[in-house]
């Protein structure tokens, strides 16, 4: 309970940074921010990384990952790591990351329709909240950036921090709408039957309805991207029971 | 998610690749012979020059493999379309290949510069292409299904064993993870004996049951309409038909089954063995033009169809399999969690394995599904997957899907005979297009109709119509191409080409 109390504290002197800033450029956009808050739940997050090891997680694909200093870093890839068992849906998910590098790629996944055997259902059936500041030097556009849904949404703010400063997703999953904050700033909303572009290469996702509940994980990209993961939580929306799915 | 490698070993990603070839002639090692005047092609050599025939759709998605083999051991050095749009791209992605408008001419001038024939072009003229490839003695990748007709399947099965080339059909779903871990767990028994399979797809997502347009525009100008129309009959352009609405036009296109029967019929066509089916039955969606007045549509196929195939296994069982299309589903599984919710692209129903079709195998202990290709399988019911202790026996194709594409490379350096690929159309493609062309087969007969006059007690002489090829089995000899208690059916086997295409024959 003690980390529990410790994170908060962090997200909202995150929060309240940012506010400021906000209240700047639009008071709108800080409204709905305060209401969408992280203090405003009743509910506790429930931490899904132990902070010691990998309990709960499975690894599926190439490379891996590990824990070292309550941290999880990332090793080769691509490969993706699936907490295993358990679907997810009206909830709000924590994410808190970090790049090596200014800039390294990853994601996260949420939405993934069946229990991974290997990282390519995923990436084709599931939505990935990208991690990746720089999309343009892979010749990759907008939609290609840090806290998209990969390939699908356009960035409604940028708010990215560079590596290897944290970052905090906060990725809702309302029903069939998805909500991604980043860094308090809300990045990506997306209700499933908005428009997308098309699909350009076929290591992209295949449009079409992704499932209330599913399962998630991260990914490990490559051996040149390496990213850490310091928290990874989930809380209960508000105004929906909690429904969990256990096979 | 970028710069994704599907393959350890490729160090190209798809999106490099592009601009490498765009750019750099740096993307081909060593100059490809055709560019030495005066020399001829040399084979053995530890590159594969391939000559791809159709640029776009799916033509675009094989050349692109091609590109990116991982042993960078393929050069595609001609490209061949009828259509501008089509080629331009292509032609800015590899500038350095010849561009041909007609085939035939490429096959005639350039045939000592290229080893390999790749073709994605509407399936009427699969047959013609492919078959010509073969008697130039080239390795072939011919796009599914192999052909349009029954017959052309069969030619091009015996040209494969007769002129000694490595051939693979585009259905690449045979070379995936997904195959090889059913085979597992089906030898494993953990179906127990396999009893009935259904394969249903969203297919066609094009327009059908329709009357062919009476409105012909001018052909766009950037479309060579002779050479796109090929075997098939004289015709008018109609508006859209390329580039992808052929595919719903008995005269060009094969439909739903055409297009995704491979895919979907594939994985219970190779792990169970089933060779050519022995009946075929079933029935398709009938459309009104009027109050009672069925409409008379029979050059565009239905808007859904329900077809059973009966094969008799190698241990003299029979098995039913059956295809479904057009939005009609088997009964969703009990098995699934009653509480997920429907209609997700994966996960739950119908799109079970995949969002464009499935395949249900219902065993006597146990049901496993999975998308077209053999994607995604899971055991039915879902908790079964937790427990699964099946020891991974087969080797998979490197690259998974992709290496579909890749090991047809290596096996045509290798030769003839030295090296396995997935769908060879000795034993498997060539059968399997038959059978899904069966299915065809069975919805052309379907749409057969007379004309009869029929006594009305009030209103006197009715004109009236009779459907006699509806509703009955056709039983089929594979051996000889016959349905057998149906003649009328038989007119489906083999088109007449149009003039000056002459016939296909070995």
């Known amino acids: 309970m003690g980390e529990s109390t410790k994170?908060?504290?962090?997200?909202?002197?995150?929060?309240?940074?940012?506010?400021?800033v906000l209240c700047l450029a639009s008071v709108a956009q800080a409204f709905s921010l305060t209401r969408h808050g992280p203090g405003d739940s009743t509910k506790t997050w429930r931490?899904?990384?132990?902070?010691?090891?990998?309990?709960?997680?499975?690894?599926?694909?190439?490379?891996?990952?590990?824990?070292e200093n309550g941290i999880i870093q990332t090793h080769g890839g691509m490969g993706l790591l699936c907490w295993a068992g358990e679907k997810f849906g009206n909830c709000t998910i924590k994410v808190v990351y970090r790049m090596e590098k200014e800039n390294s790629n990853a994601g996260f996944f949420i939405r993934i329709p069946i229990e991974p055997m290997e990282p390519w259902m995923p990436v084709?059936?599931?939505?990935?909240?990208?991690?990746d500041n720089h999309p343009e030097t892979s010749d990759e556009d907008e939609y290609h950036s840090t806290g998209m849904l990969y390939a699908f949404t356009k960035p409604l703010a940028i708010a990215w921090k560079p590596g290897p400063e944290w970052n905090t997703f906060e990725i809702t999953l309302d029903g069939d709408r998805t909500i991604v904050m980043l860094n308090g700033v809300k990045v990506t909303d997306f209700k499933e039957g908005d428009p997308v572009p098309p699909r350009k290469f076929d290591f992209e996702p295949y449009p079409g309805k992704r499932p209330e509940y599913g399962y998630i994980g991260m990914q490990n990209h490559g051996e040149h991207d390496v990213v850490f993961f310091k928290e990874i939580a989930v809380r209960p929306l508000d105004k929906k029971p909690e429904k969990v799915f256990r096979e | 998610m970028k710069?994704?490698?599907?393959?350890?070993?490729?160090?190209?990603?798809?999106?490099?690749?592009?601009?490498?070839a765009s750019t750099s002639a740096a993307a081909f090692s060593i100059i490809p012979s055709f560019a030495i005047s005066g020399l001829g092609h040399v084979t053995p050599s530890d590159k594969l020059y391939i000559a791809a025939i159709g640029c776009g759709g799916e033509g675009e998605n094989d050349i692109q493999h091609y590109a990116t083999a991982p042993k960078k051991n393929a050069v595609v050095s001609f490209l061949c379309d009828v259509d501008d749009r089509m080629a331009a791209p292509r032609l800015k992605e590899f500038p350095k290949a010849k561009f041909y408008y007609d085939w035939r001419e490429l096959f005639e001038k350039e045939s000592k510069n290229f080893d390999a024939v790749s073709v994605a072009i509407p399936d009427h003229n699969h047959a013609v292409v492919g078959l010509g490839a073969m008697q130039l003695n080239k390795h072939l990748y011919l796009q599914k299904p192999l052909s349009?007709?029954?017959?052309?399947?069969?030619?091009?099965?015996?040209?494969?064993?007769?002129?000694?080339?490595?051939?693979?059909?585009?259905?690449?779903?045979?070379?995936?993870?997904?195959?090889?871990?059913?085979?597992?767990w089906i030898e494993a028994g953990l179906l127990g004996e396999i009893t009935q399979v259904y394969c249903w797809t969203d297919r066609p997502v094009w327009p059908q049951g329709i009357a062919w347009s009476d409105k012909h525009p001018i052909v766009p100008k950037e479309l060579k309409w002779d050479l796109w129309l090929g075997t098939a009959e004289?015709?008018?352009?109609?508006?859209?038909?390329?580039?992808?609405?052929?595919?719903?036009?008995?005269?060009?296109?094969?439909?739903?089954?055409?297009?995704?029967?491979?895919?979907?019929?594939?994985?219970?066509?190779?792990?169970?063995?089933l060779g050519y089916p022995t009946e075929v039955s079933g029935s398709a969606s009938t459309v009104y033009d009027g109050i009672f007045s069925e409409a008379d549509f029979p050059q565009s196929g239905p808007v859904s169809s329900s077809i059973r195939f009966k094969f008799t296994l190698k241990n003299g069982k029979d098995l039913d399999l059956y295809w479904l299309d057009g939005g009609i589903t088997p009964e969703r599984p009990k098995e699934l969690d009653p509480d997920s919710n429907m209609n997700s692209i994966l996960g739950d129903w119908p799109n079970v394995g995949d969002f464009e079709g499935s395949t249900l195998f219902v065993g006597t202990k146990g049901k496993a599904a999975c998308g077209w290709g053999g994607r995604n399988p899971i055991l039915l019911p879902l908790a079964l997957n937790k427990e699964i202790n099946v020891p991974k026996k087969y080797t998979r194709v490197p690259g998974d899907m992709d290496g579909h594409w890749w090991q047809w490379i290596d096996a045509c350096i290798a030769g003839y005979g030295k090296a396995e690929v997935s769908s060879p159309f000795?034993?498997?493609?060539?059968?399997?297009?038959?059978?899904?062309?069966?299915?065809?087969?069975?919805?052309?007969?379907?749409s057969i109709r007379e004309k009869i006059m029929r006594k009305d007690p009030v209103y006197g002489d009715q004109v009236g119509f009779n459907y006699p090829g509806r509703y009955i089995s056709h039983t089929w000899d594979a051996i000889n191409m016959k349905v057998t208690n149906f003649p009328l059916a038989n007119q489906f086997i083999k088109r007449t080409y149009r003039q000056g295409w002459g016939e296909l024959k070995l």
């Not at chain 1, 084709?124 to 991690?131: C, D, L, R, T």
């Not at chain 2, 710069?3 to 490498?20: V, Y």
């Not at chain 2, 040209?159 to 779903?173: L, R, S, W």
């Not at chain 2, 498997?428 to 059978?435: M, V």
């Open chain 1, 7 to 20: 994170v908060t504290m962090n997200v909202k002197s995150t929060h309240f940074i940012i506010v400021i």
């Open chain 2, 234 to 273: 004289s015709t008018e352009y109609i508006d859209n038909l390329v580039p992808f609405n052929w595919r719903g036009w008995w005269r060009f296109g094969t439909g739903a089954l055409g297009d995704m029967g491979c895919h979907i019929m594939g994985p219970p066509f190779k792990l169970l063995d």
């Open chain 1, 124 to 131: 084709f059936y599931a939505y990935e909240v990208q991690i």
């Open chain 1, 47 to 67: 931490q899904l990384f132990n902070g010691k090891d990998l309990s709960g997680w499975s690894h599926v694909g190439d490379g891996n990952m590990t824990v």
């Open chain 2, 426 to 446: 000795e034993g498997y493609a060539g059968p399997l297009t038959e059978t899904v062309l069966m299915g065809n087969l069975l919805l052309r007969t379907f």
């Open chain 2, 3 to 20: 710069r994704k490698k599907k393959n350890n070993s490729s160090q190209l990603s798809r999106r490099k690749f592009i601009k490498l």
């Open chain 2, 148 to 184: 349009h007709d029954i017959y052309e399947a069969r030619i091009l099965t015996e040209a494969a064993k007769k002129y000694k080339v490595v051939t693979q059909m585009g259905d690449q779903g045979a070379s995936c993870d997904g195959m090889f871990t059913l085979k597992e």
